[in-house]
């Protein structure tokens, strides 16, 4: 079975640091993509940073970037310069078939001014 | 990209009724799913949508109790039947394109 942990299920960082978000995953597949979803109040999903497993470099989307680490099955979230607007709950997912997601439990985050 | 909206946003609903949410891309996807949220938890999915044939459901999830429609490539319903507390969730109905997935804003449930 395919699994995503996120083990932080609270944070919190002041305005303008850095912090970073935990995951890992499981899968027996060799090539899959890994995602981090920031989902704010509005309860909109938004797809914040993509990952796909054959790449070794770490993706980075402005102030996010993420720190893969393929044989550990690892893929945390760096936000840096926090901002209010970062302020949701972030979840980590995983997508092994092109078909089925698969998502963490989530980490609340919030950015205290 | 993909752009989806979904009516109702919200809707409380009395105990032994059922509600019907809608779910519109403005493109044409092969698949559509919709998820469910329980409070402060994260998304579950409750069926994968095809265009012409019948949705396929996981694990927990039946089709007398979550019926969906999928009658064209860009619009899907999801109906939550005989209503009970427990039903009371975001649903979420998402497409993918191009390896990554999009959501739609969630419809609220509340049953009383």
């Known amino acids: 079975a395919q699994t995503v942990t996120q083990s932080q299920p609270e944070m919190s960082v002041q305005e303008a640091e850095t912090v970073t978000l935990s995951c890992t995953y499981d899968t027996s597949e060799n090539n899959y993509y890994l995602f981090w979803y920031k989902q704010p109040p509005s309860r909109q999903m938004i797809l914040v940073i993509r990952?796909?497993?054959?790449?070794?470099q770490n993706a980075t989307e402005n102030r996010f970037s993420v720190n893969f680490q393929k044989a550990a099955k690892s893929f945390s979230l760096k936000i840096s310069d926090s901002q209010l607007g970062d302020t949701a709950m972030y979840f980590c997912a995983s997508d092994h078939t092109g078909n089925q997601f698969y998502f963490g439990t989530g980490t609340s985050l919030t950015v205290i001014p | 990209s993909a752009v989806i909206s979904q009516k109702p946003s919200r809707d409380i609903c009395q105990r032994g009724t059922s509600l019907t949410i809608q779910c519109q891309v403005d493109s044409q996807v092969t698949m559509m799913f919709w998820y469910r949220q329980q409070p402060g938890q994260s998304l579950t999915l409750i069926a994968t949508?095809?265009?012409?044939?019948?949705?396929?459901?996981e694990s927990g999830f039946v089709i007398d109790k979550f019926p969906i429609s999928r009658p064209n490539l860009t619009f899907s319903t999801l109906t939550v039947s005989n209503l009970s507390p427990e039903d009371s969730s975001i649903y979420l109905c998402?497409?993918?394109?191009?390896?990554?997935?999009?959501f739609g804003p969630g419809t609220r449930l509340t049953v009383t």
């Open positions: 990952q796909e497993a054959y790449k070794q």
């Open positions: 998402s497409v993918v394109g191009g390896s990554e997935q999009y």
């Open positions: 949508a095809n265009q012409g044939s019948e949705a396929t459901y």
